[in-house]
């Protein structure tokens, strides 16, 4: 981090946010992949992503942007979320990964000549057959669907909790009182292989969770302002405010009565040099 804060290190969730899905259209004026969905005031588009464009990163909350001009404030809180299962530990493909990528930086620093592995992460549904698990694609829909909206709504309820601590976090940070202060909630989606909607027995469309009925339910019971929304597969932005909450429901997916097409393992391959 660039400039000291109250807080602990920020983890730069914001940082990487912005460079997966804003610099490279941002930098060039180009906005073809980023879109709102009910917006009641179209010109909020541009200055909602002009402020996280600018924001700082943070901790309590992830990164905030205070515009002097209009004494208001952006506040800026990052969360992920997968469609494995998850416990009190966390999410079966964060764990995974992360013992996947310490086996390699172990090999790595303990090989005498140049390294190579294609090593396999777990996210899915398996069926054991001895001492081997098999993987198949298309299985599992409605249980991928289910980890998928609890994770969302668990993630979002508890960072929704906090709203009012960060916000104090953030007067003590600028010394002042803002005239406005605008929740932002950005929020990604990093199943590997991206989240789809299963059609018939292959893949279909990818899951845009903004345009469900299960996350305007919990975001029109929250406070927050604006949501932006990223799938790691793709590098659109779609963000919303809370004019989405005023339409009709109807027009909305129901998660409930869809099954996912996710991938249940994927492989990561590693290749490193040994500099002499």
Do not use: W
Request: contains cysteine; glycine residues 4%; positive net charge.
């Amino acid at each position: 981090m660039s400039e000291k804060t109250t807080g602990k290190q920020s983890k730069n969730e914001i940082e990487i946010f912005k460079k997966n899905y804003l610099d490279k259209n941002l930098n060039s004026n180009n906005t073809k992949n980023h879109y709102a969905i009910s917006y009641n005031q179209p010109n909020s588009f541009d200055n909602i992503l002009n402020a996280l464009k600018q924001c700082k990163n943070f901790e309590r909350p992830d990164g905030y942007f205070f515009d002097e001009e209009t004494a208001t404030l952006y506040i800026f809180e990052h969360f992920a979320f997968d469609c494995s299962e998850t416990n009190r530990n966390g999410s079966k493909l964060r764990k995974n990964i992360s013992k996947v990528n310490n086996e390699i930086e172990s090999e790595i620093k303990n090989s005498a000549h140049s390294y190579n592995s294609t090593k396999a992460i777990v996210q899915g549904y398996g069926v054991k057959d001895g001492n081997s698990t098999i993987f198949y694609m298309g299985k599992d829909g409605d249980k991928y669907r289910n980890n998928y909206i609890k994770n969302f709504k668990n993630q979002f309820e508890k960072h929704s909790a906090k709203i009012q601590d960060y916000i104090n976090h953030c007067k003590q940070e600028i010394s002042t009182t803002p005239n406005k202060i605008i929740t932002i909630f950005v929020i990604e989606d990093v199943t590997m292989g991206g989240t789809y909607y299963k059609h018939l027995n292959g893949m279909g469309e990818p899951v845009i969770l903004l345009t469900t009925k299960q996350f305007i339910e919990v975001f029109a019971n929250s406070k927050i302002d604006y949501v932006f929304f990223g799938m790691l597969q793709y590098s659109d932005l779609i963000i919303c405010d809370r004019s989405i909450t005023n339409d009709n429901l109807s027009k909305y997916i129901d998660l409930y009565n869809k099954e996912f097409f996710v991938f249940p393992m994927m492989s990561q391959i590693t290749v490193a040099k040994k500099l002499t």
